[in-house]
């Protein structure tokens, strides 16, 4: 990591991370009225290149969640893409990293009713393995409920819906687990604390619908589509009920920070036989390839950091 300070983009001007600064009023300090994004980006060493992963897919997801708190940033999703890959230029980052998209509520008084006042940001920092999973991590169901679409958008990336994924690993992690798993208002299993949850039952890979109160991951989308064009499985959105967690062969969860993260205990019994499965394995490996660009099939996905200004400064 370089020793100078990081830079972020702050209300339409790249400054130094200790100049962006908020006011103690803020209405979305006070009522979690923001709007955030998670991205990574990963460094190969062996051609000092960085790739963002489904920058703009994960820029337009913002955008349409920003629609919901009726906050409307100006840039496309591809400005948008183009200035984070700018940032981590200018920050120098020659290590794996992770951008967070910021939108939120403004005014600086007291009331909860809206004004129009809305603020921007984009934060890069160097950002490694965040959930260590290799052999398999513990998860246990956690008492606290999925917020509801019709209080608390959990598709939304809603900043005060994070109190719900708050409560839920510190529940999780006091009961010695690695990772919670939050049941939806139905009883039906919705996801992790911050990650979707797949099962897989009689060779079929298993994930609950966006019905269901999760947030529409893209690395669910990602594992999806490996599943489907690489491992020819079945894929199938449904509800799975808390039993079923029980007798499943397989389960993992997926997301931006944790990647494709093996369990192998669910409340303290053995997902399987105890030992991280075949297709999780094979899922987790494809993952990795594809975002580290060494799957041609997929290289849409990643936005190349340094190799375009090399390109243009070589002409
Ligand atoms: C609550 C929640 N669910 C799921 C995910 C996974 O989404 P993605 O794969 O887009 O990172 C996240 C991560 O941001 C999350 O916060």
Same mark, same amino acid.
């Given at each position: 990591m370089p020793d100078q300070e990081i830079v972020v983009y702050f209300n339409g001007k790249i400054i130094p991370? /200790? +100049?962006?600064?908020v006011s103690i009023l803020?209405?979305?300090?006070?009522?979690?009225?923001?709007? &955030? #994004?998670? !991205?990574?980006?990963?460094?190969?060493? #062996? $051609?000092e290149e960085m790739f963002l992963v489904r920058a703009e897919d994960h820029y337009l997801r913002w955008k349409a969640n920003c629609r919901i708190?009726?906050? +409307? =940033? +100006?840039? /496309?999703a591809h400005e948008l893409a183009e200035l984070t890959a700018e940032l981590i230029r200018l920050n120098h980052f020659r290590t794996d990293a992770y951008a967070r998209p910021l939108a939120y509520m403004n005014s600086a008084r007291i009331g909860v009713k809206p004004d129009g006042?809305?603020? *921007?940001? !984009?934060m890069v920092v160097p &950002?490694?393995?965040?959930? =260590? /999973?290799?052999?398999?991590i513990h998860a246990g169901v956690v008492s606290w409920r999925r917020v509801e679409d019709a209080a608390l958008p959990a598709r939304g990336k809603i900043c005060s819906a994070y109190v719900n994924s708050v409560l839920a690993t510190a529940e999780a992690h006091s009961h010695g687990y690695d990772e919670g798993i939050i049941l939806n208002e139905d009883g039906h299993v919705a996801e992790g604390s911050t990650c979707n949850i797949f099962i897989v039952r009689h060779g079929k890979l298993i994930t609950p619908p966006p019905s269901d109160n999760i947030l529409e991951g893209i690395t669910r989308d990602c594992v999806m589509t490996l599943a489907r064009r690489e491992m020819h499985l079945d894929v199938v959105e449904r509800s799975i009920d808390r039993s079923e967690l029980y007798?499943? $062969? #397989?389960? *993992? *969860?997926t997301g931006t920070a944790v990647e494709v993260a093996p369990i192998t205990r669910i409340d303290h019994r053995p997902v399987g036989t105890g030992q991280v499965g075949f297709i999780t394995s094979h899922l987790r490996e494809l993952y990795s390839q594809a975002v580290h660009g060494r799957i041609a099939d997929y290289e849409s996905w990643l936005k190349p950091v340094y190799q375009p200004v090399l390109e243009s400064l070589r002409r």
């Open positions: 991370l /200790s +100049e962006a600064k803020t209405h979305a300090l006070h009522y979690g009225t923001g709007v &955030f #994004e998670g !991205i990574r980006a990963y460094w190969r060493e #062996e $051609d708190l009726q906050i +409307e =940033p +100006e840039m /496309s006042r809305h603020a *921007f940001a !984009i &950002f490694g393995v965040y959930l =260590p /999973s290799e052999n398999g007798v499943a $062969d #397989e389960a *993992f *969860f």
